[in-house]
């Protein structure tokens, strides 16, 4: 294990921390030795978490979520404290599990209204939950093809569907508030497919059975413990002001027996450019970036996961 040791305990206050992937981040953060405020409109089940219920594309909801005690006491003895950081990853997740308009409406105001407030309230640090459908891949109407590989926070995004539209807009929101408040660092993570650890072992039976079939995660994945590491990297790195990361772990999600990245790629993608020379076994979106800006080491391959190193 090598991620970076804790600089020292944070106040953060988590969005969507009650979410498939916020709950796996936050009992990371939390042995971190952070203080954390969950803001959802569900309560997540963890006694050493509280959570406020807020709906988040309300700006003065956000604003209260941000200025407000992280846990309720009788009397409240200690003031109000600012924040350190805000990580937002509320939303919604995926096209089609509301009417399209409610998706970019929550997505982007809920975005809009923490990134606002953070900025005026003087919270130096926001870390945000982006995701590599930014790449226009995985939601698209048909089979489209990936500008090129290795996907680099530089590669065109082109997305089709309402889910990847809204967080690209997010990501110019936070890139407009970043030039406005100098200081302030935003942070952008292009989060991959999340995987838990309960469904590490049946996601990855279908990657390896099924390779053909997972084009649309760019054969990349992110390990919810990961995403954990990822954010707290986030935490620890101070003044890049804005900044876009791919946030998946390094390897590509194919058998072995399908040799390379390079070879994998050319069969399966024959129209794609390869960029450069890839690494044997290199991931296609490509981590490259957090791995040496903000000193990023996975914890959890998937191969030590499943015990497959050795093979
Ligand atoms: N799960 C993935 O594979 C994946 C991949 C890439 C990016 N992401 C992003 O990561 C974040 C978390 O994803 P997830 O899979 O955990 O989703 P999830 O739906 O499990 O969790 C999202 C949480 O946000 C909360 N929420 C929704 N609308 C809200 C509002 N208006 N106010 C307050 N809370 C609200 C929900 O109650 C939920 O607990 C999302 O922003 C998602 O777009 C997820």
Redesign the pocket.
């Known amino acids: 294990m090598s991620s970076p040791t804790p600089k020292a305990a944070q106040r953060i206050v988590f969005?969507?921390?009650?979410?498939?992937?916020?709950?796996h981040v936050v009992e990371k953060l939390l042995s971190y030795g952070h203080e954390i405020l969950n803001?959802?409109?569900?309560p997540?089940d963890n006694s050493n978490v509280h959570t406020l219920?807020?709906?988040?594309?309300?700006g003065a909801?956000a604003f209260n979520s941000l200025s407000c005690h992280f846990r309720v006491s009788e009397p409240f003895m200690d003031p109000i404290q600012k924040p350190d950081a805000v990580v937002?990853?509320?939303?919604?997740?995926?096209p089609m599990?509301i009417p399209d308009n409610e998706t970019f409406r929550?997505?982007t105001?809920?975005a809009y209204n923490i990134i606002e407030s953070a900025c005026k309230l003087g919270i130096k640090k926001i870390i945000?939950?982006?995701?590599?459908?930014t790449y226009g891949a995985t939601y698209a109407e048909g089979d489209v093809d990936y500008p090129h590989f290795p996907l680099t926070e530089d590669s065109p995004t082109e997305p089709m569907d309402v889910?990847a539209t809204s967080?690209l807009c997010m990501e110019r929101i936070a890139h407009s508030f970043a030039n406005r408040f100098k200081g302030v660092d935003i942070y952008c993570?292009?989060?991959?497919?999340?995987?838990e650890p309960e469904q590490h072992t049946k996601k990855f039976e279908a990657y390896l059975s099924r390779p053909g079939d997972f084009k649309v995660h760019g054969w990349s994945y992110?390990d919810?413990r990961d995403l954990g590491n990822m954010v707290q990297c986030c935490l620890q790195k101070d003044g890049l002001g804005f900044q876009v990361f791919n946030?998946v772990n390094d390897e590509i999600t194919i058998p072995e027996e399908e040799g390379s990245s390079e070879e994998w790629l050319r069969k399966v993608c024959p129209r794609t450019k390869i960029l450069g020379k890839m690494g044997e076994r290199e991931a296609p979106v490509s981590n490259k970036k957090m791995r040496e800006m903000l000193g990023f080491r996975e914890e959890f391959p998937w191969r030590k996961v499943l015990d497959r190193d050795g093979r």
């Open positions: 969005t969507g921390g009650s979410g498939v992937a916020g709950r803001v959802d409109v569900v997540l219920k807020a709906d988040l594309t309300d909801q937002h990853f509320a939303g919604i997740p995926q599990r929550i997505n105001m809920g945000l939950a982006s995701s590599l459908t889910y967080k993570l292009r989060i991959g497919a999340v995987i992110t919810s946030a």
